[in-house]
């Protein structure tokens, strides 16, 4: 056991000593006989993580990886030394910051210079488990170290969608540091919006109702950009005895509008019960009979068309061609703090619609790198043209149209927009 998590150069023989001089030391703390092997084997995992630790400090040399966030190696003079000891020890501060799961394997891949193969293999982890442990800590530990570095980070939030898959590729088009950037991703839609809200994000990618509910219950907003136009689909289980409940992002979404929209155009259609499912749950709530369809973003549609769970019935934008949902809302008072800011990743997002448009693969990669999705699927939405990119620029008759129709649905409780909202400002100087 100790030999298979131990990396080369470190002996599985002490770890092993060590760990039956604690056993011998502790043999009167087990209550049960049959539970010696186990309890000897987390013994001698304890162990090999220690072993591990005291090896001599290494940092990853994978710029992807580490982002830039930690010093170079190899410095001499004496000022850019004494430099990277405090970083380093503001950098192990915020590794102790981290929640346990998480601190364990950012400190062997980090630190001690393990690969995703030796950390899964140290922490007997699944190599996936690891690369998800590792994605979740990076924004935790780039905030933390910006802060020491007296950065001013701009924080944006999204959702594992297709809709959002330009914040998805900014943000790996990012990965020199040009900008002070901090990328979010959010698996709920409600804490995504609470923490918009609370200004623990200065923007987000986020459905239109939810951004002018929150600017109507005093966060003033600023929409800048449209993240995408049309992107969901409406699917039903194949199975026989599926329940008359249909799965929905929230009441406050882009879906609500169009679903009631769809039911006036067509007053045939049944009218469904909802719940709110997020996106990423649709396949679980299939599978566990809680829903029995489900209106949401892709390419949640295409993976359960894809694994057998349901069909497609219905694009949104059959319901409404080219209609708005996600945009991409700043707060107010970043965006005249930080204009320039706002302006470059502008930027970078319409830089990164134009290399979606020319490698739809390397988009598909990069969606599957963030959300876990398989890149054959994510490949599909945009070879299907499911969501479309093009014509970005915020639009004031096209929010209002929105607008009106929300407020019919009963979503919003005005139909007009909301005077200094839209700020087209922004797209037009990236676009210069």
């Known amino acids: 056991q100790a030999r298979r998590r131990l990396p080369p150069g470190l002996p599985a023989e002490d770890a092993v000593q060590e760990a039956l001089l604690i056993a011998c030391s502790k043999l009167g703390d087990l209550r049960e006989d049959q539970a010696f092997p186990s309890w000897l084997a987390a013994i001698v995992n304890s162990q090999c993580l220690r072993l591990m630790n005291a090896r001599r400090p290494e940092l990853s040399l994978d710029e992807a990886e580490v982002r830039g966030l930690l010093p170079a190696r190899g410095v001499t003079d004496p000022e850019t030394a004494l430099c990277t000891r405090e970083m380093l020890a503001a950098f192990d501060a915020a590794l102790e910051d981290l929640p346990g799961r998480l601190r364990d394997v950012c400190r062997l891949h980090f630190r001690r210079g393990l690969s995703v193969p030796e ?12 690369k ?3 994605f979740t800590a990076r924004p935790l530990l780039q905030e933390r170290l910006a802060r020491f570095r007296c950065e001013d980070l701009f924080r944006v939030g999204y959702m594992p969608v297709s809709d959002h898959l330009l914040a998805m590729c900014a943000d790996h088009l990012n990965q020199a540091r040009a900008l002070p950037l901090l990328s979010r991703r959010y698996l709920s839609w409600a804490a995504l919006t609470r923490d918009l809200e609370r200004g623990r994000l200065d923007a987000a990618f986020i459905m239109t109702p939810l951004a002018l509910d929150l600017h109507g219950r005093g966060t003033p907003l600023l929409y800048v950009l449209d993240g995408h136009h049309d992107g969901s689909a409406i699917s039903v289980a194949r199975s026989e005895d599926r329940p008359w409940r249909m799965g929905l992002p929230g009441q406050t979404s882009t879906h609500s509008v169009l679903l009631h929209h769809l039911l006036q155009e067509r007053p045939e259609l049944p009218l469904l019960p909802t719940v709110v499912v997020n996106p990423s749950a ?3 709530s299939l599978r566990q009979n809680e829903i029995g369809s489900f209106f949401c973003a892709e390419p949640w549609s295409a993976k359960c068309r894809c694994e057998g769970l349901t069909d497609r019935v219905l694009l949104s934008r059959d319901i409404l061609p080219g209609h708005l949902c996600c945009i991409l ?6 965006a005249q703090r930080r204009g320039q800011v706002v302006a470059d990743y502008v930027r ?18 990069v969606q ?14 945009l070879e299907e043209r499911t969501v479309s990119f093009e014509d970005l620029e915020p639009d004031t008759g096209r929010m209002a149209s929105f607008t009106r129709l929300a407020h019919a649905a009963g979503v919003l409780p005005d139909p007009g927009v909301p005077e200094g909202f839209v700020c087209k400002d922004f797209a037009l100087q990236a676009s210069a």
């Open 329 to 334: 809302a700043v707060r107010r008072e970043f």
């Open 348 to 365: 970078l997002l319409l830089s990164a619609r134009d290399r979606v448009r020319r490698d739809p693969a390397f988009a598909a990669g």
């Open 132 to 134: 998800k442990r590792l």
């Open 282 to 284: 649709v396949a679980g």
């Open 368 to 381: 599957s790198a963030r959300t876990g999705i398989d890149r054959d699927i994510a490949r599909l939405v």
């Open 119 to 130: 950390v899964a293999q140290a922490c007997a982890l699944p190599e996936g488990t690891v």
